[in-house]
Each structure stands twice: as structure tokens, then as C-alpha cells.
């Protein structure tokens, strides 16, 4: 079993960073398909943020963070990151991280996804 454990986050200004980790525990990451990063803004539904498969060198990203974030991956240390630049007031969400076992042609559909993390705030101040 995959236990995902998620550090990182807190409240930062407008145009500031952040970085987000993603340790996996329990089997090694990259044994799953692929892993993603979701965040759930208040009254919103969950949205892909991020993500990749282990098999493929390019990442993907909703339009809104492209240019601004950035995710990699560390397979020494079986963790995943989630750098955030530039940060806006709308990004303010609880940010997740989850892991899919199974290939799909998508990987925007949190609803796919096996593994996840606990969550962490994610607050932007204007």
C-alpha cells in the first residue's frame, strides 16, 4: 500500500512562492502510473493542477499555473514537488497530491486516482 505524506504550504502575499512535497512511503513511487497534483479552492469543485507519468519525461499543467509552477520529481528520495511562483489570491486552495495505478489517456480526473495525500492550505493574501 502507498501512503502519501504532504509538507509545505501556509499563507504568503501575492507574488510570492511556494514549495509543496509529496513523500511516498509503503512501495516506491515511481511504481504507480503516474501522480498529480489537484487543489480545492472553498464552495469549488477538486481541479488538476499538474501531473505526469513516471514513463514520460513532460509534465502537464492546467492553463492557469502554466509558466508559474512547476512540478519534479526526486526517485532518491521517493517524493514529488510542486514549485509555485508568482503566486495569485486564486490560487488559494487545499492542495493534494495522489498517486494512479492504471494507465487512463487523462490525467486532469481526480476521480482515476488510487493514492492521496492529506492535504495542505495553500492561502495567498492580496
Known amino acids: 500500500q502507498l501512503q502519501l505524506a504532504q509538507s509545505g504550504g501556509g499563507l504568503v502575499q501575492a507574488g510570492g512562492s511556494l514549495r509543496l512535497s509529496c513523500a511516498a512511503s509503503g512501495r516506491t513511487f515511481s511504481s504507480t502510473h503516474a501522480m498529480g497534483w489537484f487543489r480545492q479552492g472553498p464552495g469549488k469543485a477538486r481541479e488538476f493542477v499538474a501531473g505526469?507519468?513516471?514513463?514520460?519525461?513532460?509534465?502537464y499543467y492546467v492553463d492557469s499555473v502554466k509558466g508559474r509552477f512547476t512540478i519534479s520529481r526526486d526517485n532518491a528520495k521517493n517524493t514529488v514537488y510542486l514549485q509555485m511562483n508568482s503566486l495569485k489570491p486564486e490560487d488559494t486552495a487545499v492542495y493534494y497530491c495522489a498517486a494512479v495505478e492504471t494507465y487512463y489517456d487523462t490525467l486532469d480526473r481526480a476521480g482515476l486516482y488510487d493514492y492521496w495525500g492529506q492535504g495542505t492550505q495553500v492561502t495567498v493574501s492580496s
Open positions: 505526469f507519468r513516471w514513463s514520460e519525461i513532460g509534465s
